[in-house]
């Protein structure tokens, strides 16, 4: 079956780091591109982050860029999110997410991504 299962998410204090991860399984995860989504409580879901296929080319949201990096490992079917100099606002469930045959343009939008994981919940604490 196809799955995105994140892991890696927990409690940290503002200004420390936390590296996420995603399995994926179930379907060719090289031939996707892959994002970062988050949601606080009582918040829409936003994005974070994005990479392409290769991982060659890496885009961020601005309230994360200069902060967090997005990596794959294809050989491992596996996705990264390393997270540095944490702010409380940055508290929230992260989602890993995947999409195939879209346009670079929408690689911000929820809808483009048809995988996702069940989400790991980021805690940081003031």
């Known amino acids: 079956q196809v799955q995105l299962v994140e892991s890696g998410g927990g409690l940290v204090q503002a200004g420390g780091s936390l590296r996420l991860s995603c399995a994926a399984s179930?379907?060719?995860?090289?031939?996707?591109?892959m994002g970062w989504f988050r949601q606080a409580p009582g918040k829409e879901r936003e994005f974070v982050a994005h990479?392409?296929?290769?991982?060659?080319?890496?885009y961020y949201a601005d309230s994360v860029k200069g902060r967090f990096i997005i990596s794959r490992d294809n050989a491992k079917n596996t996705l990264y999110l390393q997270m540095n100099s944490l702010k409380p606002e940055d508290t929230a469930v992260y989602y890993c997410?995947?999409?195939?045959?879209?346009?670079?343009?929408?690689?911000?939008?929820?809808?483009?991504?048809?995988?996702w994981g069940q989400g790991t919940q980021v805690t940081v604490s003031s």
């Open positions: 179930g379907f060719t995860y090289a031939n996707y591109d």
């Open positions: 997410a995947g999409r195939i045959g879209r346009s670079y343009y929408d690689l911000m939008k929820e809808d483009s991504y048809n995988r």
């Open positions: 990479i392409t296929r290769s991982g060659s080319t890496t």
